[in-house]
């Protein structure tokens, strides 16, 4: 956890959803809502014993907390995130939850839970595969695993505003400035970009703050993916559910042969790139074809890991061949005028050291889905 943690104690921030008397409860209804989709009945929680290791401000944790769990366990090294989760859980019973202030890799928890909860962690780290092997060992018998990932193609969008936040930082000579007065700066231009996900998201600046000043976030090579979560833990867990939930499954119940693990991860080659745009669905490939879409976006991303202001070409050569890729499938072509819109920006900034705003803003509506919930089940 060390690159998050280094990041946020720095500039003292905790960029994620505040607990407030406006928004509990409409964050209580987003929780409900998502366990409904996850498929876990919340009574579930009752007298149960939870870990949620990276609990932000606390939102989760009280409303489990509501839901009668018998003790929460909050693991979070991020001080003023622990300062934070006080304030959240002061009306609460001291025995309904407990605050462990430690890098999570560096904890020696000795008991199991029932309940196994991380959330917008795992794909940050330096070693998913370590981390998440360390949060499933500390899952009981039957107990549940609920963790989301990310991957290139889910997060594409979210780079490239990265990168385009990295060269309008150039362009307007802000690069020696305070990082409250690029906050400031990128908040003005992107909120447009936030609002068009609808008003129950986090505020913009915590957004702006969280990826785009994150330079380590938005430049990575990888993440840690649905498929790769799926193949770390499946000789003890099966996969129980997800959000979004994309998976078909037509088999009959008296095929004993039959594994819901390999099931999903065969499925998941059909259906990852509609991750890659929130507005184009049903597009489904072949396993060569998402090999191939994996390929360009990937050599998309290796460039934006290298990526300096004077060494637009390559990634620039990558978007041109990704759109023309995209062009065969797509249906609406709004992925297609989104890439290429983005070929107008980065072409801009290469010839006259300039970036139009409106362009920029032409690419308000572009999200692909971020982050995927996904839940598992021990054997």
């Known amino acids: 956890m060390k690159p998050y943690l280094t990041y946020y104690k720095k500039n003292k921030i905790i960029p994620v959803i505040k607990v407030n008397n406006k928004n509990t409860e409409i964050l209580d209804k987003q929780r409900s809502n998502l366990f409904d989709q996850l498929k876990i009945d919340k009574r579930l929680f009752y007298n149960s014993e939870v870990l949620e290791v990276g609990p932000g401000t606390g939102y989760n944790a009280n409303y489990l907390i509501n839901c009668g769990v018998k003790k929460i366990t909050l693991v979070d090294g991020n001080k003023s995130s622990i300062e934070s989760i006080k304030k959240t859980l002061k009306k609460k019973k001291s025995t309904q939850y407990k605050i462990l202030q430690n890098d999570f890799l560096d904890l020696r928890l000795k008991k199991k839970f029932d309940f196994v909860i991380c959330e917008n962690v795992i ?3 330096k070693n998913p595969e370590k981390f998440f092997r360390k949060l499933s060992s500390l899952v009981s018998d039957n107990g549940y695993l609920l963790i989301n990932c990310s991957d290139n193609i889910s997060l594409f969008s979210e780079k490239i505003r ?6 309008l930082i150039d362009v307007n000579k802000l690069n020696n400035s305070s990082f409250k007065i690029k906050t400031k700066f990128l908040s003005k231009i992107f909120a447009s970009h936030l609002k068009s996900l609808g008003r129950n998201t986090r505020a913009i600046d915590d957004w702006v703050q969280d990826v785009l000043l994150y330079e380590y976030w938005w430049r990575k090579k990888s993440y840690f993916s649905l498929y790769s ?22 088999s ?12 999903t991860l065969n499925e998941f080659f059909k259906i990852q790139q509609n991750f890659f745009d929130i507005r184009s669905k049903n597009m489904y490939f072949s396993k060569k074809e998402n090999k191939n879409f994996n390929n360009l976006v990937n050599k998309a991303c290796k460039c934006i890991y290298s990526l300096k202001y004077e060494n637009l070409n390559n990634l620039l050569s990558i978007l041109y061949k990704f759109k023309k890729f995209v062009s065969k499938y797509e249906k609406n072509n709004l992925t297609v005028n989104s890439l290429n819109q983005v070929i107008i920006i980065l072409s801009d900034y290469k010839k006259r050291k300039k970036i139009d705003i409106r ?5 308000k509506s572009w999200w692909g889905y971020a982050t995927q919930y996904i839940v598992f089940k021990k054997k």
């Open 359 to 363: 362009k920029v803003e032409k690419l």
């Open 162 to 167: 990265g990168v385009i936040a990295y060269l």
């Open 252 to 263: 009959w119940y008296k095929n004993t042969k039959f594994s819901l693990n390999d099931h």
């Open 229 to 250: 979560a799926i193949n770390t833990v499946k000789d003890k867990f099966n996969f129980y559910s997800s959000s979004p939930f994309c998976f078909t499954s037509y």
């Open 123 to 125: 794909s940050g780290v």
